[in-house]
Structures are given as C-alpha cells and as structure tokens.
C-alpha cells in the first residue's frame, strides 16, 4: 500500500504560479511512477503530467506543456508540480497517483484525496 498526501493548492490570479506537492508514504517511493492528474467541474479526470521513478523521464499533456514542470525528491518521498503561466482553466481538482508502471492513463494503482486549484481571471 502506498498513502499519498496533497498539498499546496490554493487561489491564485491568472498569469501566477503555485506548486503543489504530493507525499507518499508505505512502500518505497522509489519504486513507483508518479503522476499528476486534475479534475475540473462537470468534466471528467484527465493526465497533466507523469514521471518515472528515477526522474529521468517525464510526460506531459499538451494542454500544460511548457507551463507546468513535474518533479520528485525520492530522499524525501515527495513530488511536486510546479505550474507556471496559470490559466483560469487551469483551475480543478490536482490528484497525484502512483503505479509500478509509468502511464498517461488514469489506471493508477494509488490515489491521494486531492488538492484544490482555483485561477481566477
């Protein structure tokens, strides 16, 4: 079992930044592939980025690349979302998930509760 736990989120005006984060806790962190997931209202799930589990790879939507940068520090069992250039949006639900498997999909084995991004115009 792996716990993850996000925080961060917050209101922000447009063009500003934030960083969310998300902490894991369980098993190894190291051994899991991370992703970033958002939901807005009335819409469903969809992939913002994902990360391997050394860090070395990364993928990203379309509708964030070049804004939004994924990380992770696997000393401190965290990873992170740094979201620039925010938009209105933008503005959901931020899920972070993990998997053995790195995916762009949404079947992630491991979910957090979420954390609420809201980007006013």
């Known amino acids: 079992q792996v716990q993850l736990v996000e925080s961060g989120g917050g209101l922000v005006q447009a063009g500003g930044s934030l960083r969310v984060s998300c902490a894991a806790s369980?098993?190894?962190?190291?051994?899991?592939?991370m992703g970033w997931f958002r939901q807005a209202p009335g819409k469903e799930r969809e992939f913002v980025a994902a990360?391997?589990?050394?860090?070395?790879?990364?993928y990203y939507a379309d509708s964030v690349k070049g804004r939004f940068t994924i990380s992770r520090d696997n000393a401190k069992n965290t990873m992170y979302l740094q979201m620039n250039s925010l938009k209105p949006e933008d503005t959901a639900v931020y899920y972070c998930?993990?998997?053995?498997?790195?995916?762009?999909?949404?079947?992630?084995?491991?979910w957090g509760q979420g954390t609420q991004v809201t980007v006013s115009s």
């Open positions: 369980g098993r190894t962190f190291s051994l899991y592939a």
């Open positions: 990360i391997s589990r050394s860090g070395g790879k990364t």
């Open positions: 998930a993990a998997d053995r498997i790195l995916r762009v999909g949404l079947d992630y084995d491991y």
